[in-house]
């Protein structure tokens, strides 16, 4: 459950006011995405060792002294590699969303920095960011304002991995950003989208990319999981 039907459309992609940036218009079929990232309790489901490594310095996540272990269950899963998420969505069915699908269902319509407009006041109404990360802590999933198509935090939390190789530049030009294993094998750079509960304003805009080696895992990335649409009855 709580998968939500991102409809067709045109995206502005890579929109950005702040740079000045009109966006290039593509073309999105349906489908549908997961209104929160996925969770400590969800992925733990299918790997029950990750209760162990939550947090890299294994120390308790400073949420669990604020308002108890139960919060941290529901705090986005991180120290996720892009192959973990990837395993994480196909055992479930589901697969990761493309970059083009996540910034799409992350705009539900706009072209502006934000989803929620251009005034980082109004931001703050849906975003966790802008946060010390060692005083602070990334939050349990849903609690800020959803966007127009009802997902929760796809602004700020955690860092979002999304299924394609990095590209370079919004029109699929050749990636740049290829990264070396210790054998010395090429291997594609893999896209992160929304930015999280320690980025500033500027990257959790909707236009934000990064992009790191495949194996990498952090305290601040997570992911989110995306199925095609259902059928709609005749």
Same mark, same amino acid.
């Given at each position: 459950?709580?998968?939500? +039907?991102?409809?067709?459309?045109?995206?502005?992609?890579?929109? !950005? #006011?702040?740079?000045?940036?009109?966006?290039?218009?593509?073309?999105?079929?349906?489908?549908?995405? @997961?209104?929160?990232? $996925?969770?400590?309790?969800?992925? =733990? =489901?299918?790997?029950?060792?990750?209760?162990?490594?939550?947090?890299? !310095?294994?120390?308790?996540?400073?949420?669990?002294?604020?308002?108890?272990?139960?919060?941290?269950?529901?705090? #986005? $899963?991180?120290? *996720?590699?892009?192959? !973990? +998420?990837?395993?994480?969505?196909?055992?479930?069915? @589901?697969?990761?969303?493309?970059?083009? =699908?996540?910034?799409?269902?992350?705009?539900?319509?706009?072209?502006?920095?934000?989803?929620?407009?251009? &005034?980082?006041?109004?931001?703050?109404? @849906?975003? %966790?960011? &802008?946060?010390?990360?060692?005083?602070?802590?990334?939050?349990? *999933?849903?609690? /800020?304002?959803?966007?127009?198509?009802? /997902?929760? &935090?796809? @602004?700020?939390? $955690? %860092?979002?991995?999304?299924?394609?190789?990095?590209?370079?530049?919004?029109?699929?030009?050749?990636?740049?950003?290829? *990264?070396?294993?210790? !054998?010395?094998?090429?291997?594609?750079?893999? $896209?992160?989208?929304?930015?999280?509960?320690?980025?500033?304003?500027?990257?959790?805009?909707?236009?934000?990319?990064?992009?790191?080696?495949? %194996?990498?895992?952090?305290?601040?990335?997570?992911?989110?999981?995306?199925?095609?649409?259902? +059928?709609?009855?005749?």
């Amino acid at each position: 459950g709580g998968f939500q +039907a991102i409809p067709e459309g045109l995206c502005q992609y890579g929109a !950005d #006011p702040l740079e000045n940036e009109a966006g290039v218009t593509r073309e999105v079929t349906a489908f549908r995405l @997961h209104q929160w990232q $996925v969770t400590n309790e969800m992925y =733990e =489901e299918f790997d029950p060792d990750h209760r162990d490594s939550r947090w890299k !310095d294994d120390s308790p996540h400073p949420l669990a002294k604020k308002r108890g272990k139960s919060s941290e269950d529901h705090c #986005p $899963v991180v120290n *996720v590699t892009w192959y !973990d +998420a990837w395993c994480f969505a196909t055992w479930c069915g @589901h697969r990761l969303p493309t970059e083009l =699908e996540w910034e799409h269902a992350c705009r539900a319509g706009s072209a502006t920095r934000w989803y929620c407009g251009d &005034d980082e006041a109004e931001l703050k109404k @849906h975003a %966790w960011y &802008d946060e010390a990360w060692d005083t602070g802590s990334t939050h349990p *999933v849903g609690e /800020l304002l959803a966007n127009g198509n009802g /997902l929760h &935090d796809v @602004h700020g939390n $955690v %860092w979002e991995w999304c299924g394609d190789a990095w590209h370079e530049n919004y029109d699929g030009a050749p990636a740049d950003g290829a *990264v070396w294993d210790a !054998d010395g094998e090429g291997v594609a750079g893999r $896209v992160m989208r929304g930015g999280s509960v320690s980025s500033i304003a500027r990257y959790v805009r909707a236009a934000s990319r990064l992009h790191d080696d495949p %194996w990498y895992c952090g305290d601040l990335v997570g992911f989110r999981c995306a199925r095609v649409q259902a +059928a709609t009855p005749s």
